[in-house]
């Protein structure tokens, strides 16, 4: 299976999720998952959740502009990076962002 398009086709659904049905990205986390948003940490499935709900906009779109993936481990995992523009509702000008995240196999 090649790494690059189970990349792609992870980010396209996880931002997809996140624009039309944030509550909705819950399940694609673990007990044992981290985020760290701005420096703060949040671990497992409901907090990270509740982290992403609370953000301060309701709408918003993401526009991918790279996808950078790299195999890690010998479970078959990977380390995926991604950067865009994120749009949100009633704003002129869209945001840039980075994410980092490993997924495990």
Known sequence: ????????????????TFDTNRGGLANLYQ??????????????????AAKLASLPFQQCQHTITT??????????G???FVSGNL?????QHALKFSQGDWEAN
């Open 1 to 16: 299976m090649d790494p690059n398009a189970v990349a792609k086709a992870f980010v396209e659904h996880y931002y997809s």
């Open 31 to 48: 007990d044992g998952s981290m985020l760290t948003f701005e420096g703060q940490p949040f671990q497992g499935a409901q907090n990270i």
């Open 67 to 76: 996808v950078d993936c790299q195999p890690s481990g010998p479970a078959g």
């Open 78 to 80: 990977m380390l995926v």
């Open 87 to 91: 749009q949100l509702a009633g704003e």
